[in-house]
C-alpha cells in the first residue's frame, strides 16, 4: 500500500471555506446526537486511512463541522467514507468522492444519513466495496481495475477462469455457450443455455481440456465461481463438480456438493475435494443444472480451481 495522508485536521464549526484552505469536507448528519465520527479514505489502490477518529482526541462532534484533509503532493481521485457512532454501534454513513492537488482549494459537502447495505460487514459499504463479498476494510486493489484484491483468485489453475478471453478453454456439453456483456467483477461471463432435446437433462459447463494433469493422491483443491439465473423462472439447482478420471479417460471418482438455488443476484459457489484415485490421470471442472428445462439459461463467472493442499 502507498503511504499514508497526513494526519485529519480537527473538526472545527461550520463555516464556509476561503482561498487557500486546500481540501475541506463540510460533514452534516440528519441522524444525531452523534458519539463520535470516524473518516475512512480510500484511493484507487485501496484504503489510505481506515477508521481514523475525527476530531483526533476523540469525542462527540459537532456537526455540521469542516474537516480539512492533508493531501501533500498527492494529484488523484479519493473517496471519503464517514461513519457516525452511538455507542459501539454505526448508526449514520456518508460518502464523497474529490479529485485532491496540492494547489487546490475545494469544499466538498458530505452528508451523513442511515447506513445503505454492507453484506460482508467490513464497514465499506456494498456499493463502495471493491469486494462486496469477502470482508476487506483496506480494500487493497493492486491494479486498480475496481475488482479488491481479496475477490481475485490467487493461483488460479485454470486459464480462463475470468472468461475475459471470450469462451476458450470452456464448452457446453448438453448445450451452447456464448460470451455474455456483464460479469460478476469483470466485462463478461458465459452464458450456457440447455438444448432444446424435448426431455429433462443437464445444463452444463465443463473445462477443456481438463484443469489438472496427474493429481497427486491425496492433493485437495477448491473450487469456486460465482453464478445467476439468466431468467428467474424455472428454479435452477446448480452444483459444482471435480471429477477424477484414468488414463483412459474413465471416471474414477466426481466429488460434488449440494450447490446452490440460482436467483437474479450473482451468488459464489465453491466445493473442497480431496484426490481419492487410485491413479488418476486428470481432473475435470464442471458445473451442472441436474434436471434443467428446455431452454434454461444460466450465468457463470470468475471460475477459480486452487490447490490448497498446504493449506490448515
Not at 91 to 105: H, I, Q
Not at 164 to 183: K, L, Q
Not at 184 to 197: F, G, R
Request: hydrophobic share 40%.
Amino acid at each position: 500500500m502507498r503511504a499514508r495522508l497526513p494526519a485529519l485536521l480537527a473538526l472545527a464549526a461550520a463555516a464556509c471555506g476561503s482561498p487557500g484552505d486546500g481540501t475541506l469536507l463540510e460533514v452534516s448528519s440528519e441522524i444525531a446526537p452523534l458519539d463520535r465520527l470516524t473518516l475512512t479514505v480510500l484511493a484507487d489502490h485501496g484504503a489510505l486511512l481506515v477508521d481514523r477518529e475525527v476530531p483526533d482526541e476523540g469525542g462527540p462532534p459537532e456537526l455540521p463541522g469542516l474537516v480539512a484533509l492533508e493531501v501533500g503532493e498527492r494529484r488523484e481521485h479519493l473517496r471519503v467514507l464517514a461513519w457516525g457512532w452511538r455507542g459501539e454501534d454505526r448508526v449514520a454513513y456518508g460518502s464523497a468522492g474529490l479529485d485532491v492537488a496540492p494547489d487546490r482549494d475545494q469544499t466538498v459537502p458530505l452528508a451523513l444519513a442511515a447506513p445503505p447495505p454492507d453484506g460482508d460487514g467490513d464497514a465499506v459499504p456494498d456499493d463502495d466495496d471493491v469486494c462486496p463479498s469477502i470482508a476487506d476494510p483496506e480494500q487493497a486493489d493492486g491494479d486498480a481495475d475496481g475488482a479488491g484484491d481479496a475477490c481475485v483468485c490467487s493461483g488460479n489453475l485454470l486459464d480462463n477462469g475470468g472468461l475475459e478471453s471470450g469462451t476458450v478453454g470452456w464448452t457446453a456439453p448438453y448445450g451452447s455457450i456464448a460470451w455474455h456483456e456483464g460479469g460478476h467483477l469483470s466485462s463478461h461471463a458465459a452464458e450456457l443455455c440447455k438444448a432444446a432435446t424435448g426431455g429433462i437433462s443437464l445444463d452444463t459447463i465443463s473445462d477443456d481440456p481438463d484443469a489438472v494433469d496427474d493429481p497427486p493422491v491425496g492433493a485437495r483443491y477448491r473450487l469456486q465461481a460465482w453464478a445467476m439465473a439468466a431468467e428467474p423462472e424455472p428454479a435452477q439447482n446448480l452444483r459444482p463438480r471435480l471429477r477424477e478420471r484414468d488414463a483412459a479417460g474413465n471416471e474414477i471418482e466426481i466429488h460434488q456438493n449440494g450447490g446452490i438455488t440460482l436467483t437474479a443476484d450473482w451468488q459464489e459457489i465453491s466445493l473442497d475435494a480431496e484426490i481419492l484415485g487410485p491413479d488418476p490421470a486428470s481432473l475435470e471442472v464442471y458445473f451442472s443444472v441436474v434436471d434443467a428445462a428446455d431452454g434454461t439459461c444460466f450465468l457463470i463467472d470468475d471460475i477459480c480451481l486452487t490447490d490448497i493442499s498446504s493449506a490448515p
